[in-house]
Antibody, heavy 126, light 107 residues
Framework: QVQLQQWGAGLLKPSETLSLTCAVYGGPFSGYYWSWIRQPPGKGLEWIGEINHSGGSNHNPSLESRVTISGDTSKKQFSLKLTSVTAADTAVYYC????????????????????WGQGTLVTVSS | DIQMTQSPSTLSASVGDRVTITCRASQSISSWLAWYQQKPGKAPKLLIQKASILEGGVPSRFSGSGSGTEFSLTISSLQPDDFATYYCQHYNSYSATFGQGTKVEVK
């Protein structure tokens, strides 16, 4: 059973950079896609972005200019950096894993996220 | 960008009720839709993928249907453990979008 353990600073000042890391235990790193999702207090889920099986990344267009997601296969870790944070970035941030599979025609497809980290509350306040 | 709209935002129901939550996509997403259940203070739990495929271990009272732009999650007989918030999510090869959530509360 894969476990995702995440950590990072929980209190930031406006304009600072949010930095979170997620480590993968009990399963491989390669062959999956690795995502970050956030949830402001009392609100819904927002997909931030991901790194995919080939090392490329995709981001939510609304955050793209401020987001960097990277992975370290040797350490089985992936990270999120979000620059120039404001109070609107206050949220619980989750790391998560999704799976790929091949269909009968040999096309590589994705299953939705099936494993989540414990979540980290990041508060942005002056 | 594809937008996902859930309705209702809140649903008041009693144990034993049949409840249905709707999710609409701003354009066709085929069957690339998942449903999650989230309880307070916890990470979401995947219930259904590909619009109608039940995840292992998920009770059979949960079912999903739809394709294209209209989807639904049905709980055939609401149980005490089912009071939670439910999210739909469109997923594809390069992005993912969540609906705004539907809170199922005690009537």
């Amino acid at each position: 059973q894969v476990q995702l353990q995440q950590w990072g600073a929980g209190l930031l000042k406006p304009s600072e950079t949010l930095s979170l890391t997620c480590a993968v235990y009990g399963g491989p790193f390669s062959g999956y896609y690795w995502s970050w999702i956030r949830q402001p207090p009392g609100k819904g889920l927002e997909w931030i972005g991901e790194i995919n099986h080939s090392g490329g990344s995709n981001h939510n267009p609304s955050l793209e200019s401020r987001v960097t997601i990277s992975g370290d296969t040797s350490k089985k870790q992936f990270s999120l950096k979000l620059t120039s944070v404001t109070a609107a970035d206050t949220a619980v941030y989750y790391c998560a894993r999704g799976t790929y599979y091949y269909d009968r025609s040999g096309s590589l497809l994705r299953s939705p996220i099936d494993s989540w980290g414990q979540g980290t509350l990041v508060t942005v306040s002056s | 960008d594809i937008q996902m709209t859930q309705s209702p935002s809140t649903l008041s129901a009693s144990v034993g009720d049949r409840v249905t939550i709707t999710c609409r996509a701003s354009q066709s997403i085929s069957s690339w839709l998942a449903w999650y259940q989230q309880k307070p203070g916890k990470a979401p739990k995947l219930l259904i993928q590909k619009a109608s495929i039940l995840e292992g271990g998920v009770p059979s009272r949960f079912s999903g249907s739809g394709s294209g732009t209209e989807f639904s999650l049905t709980i055939s007989s609401l149980q005490p453990d089912d009071f939670a918030t439910y999210y739909c999510q469109h997923y594809n090869s390069y992005s993912a979008t969540f609906g705004q959530g539907t809170k199922v509360e005690v009537k």
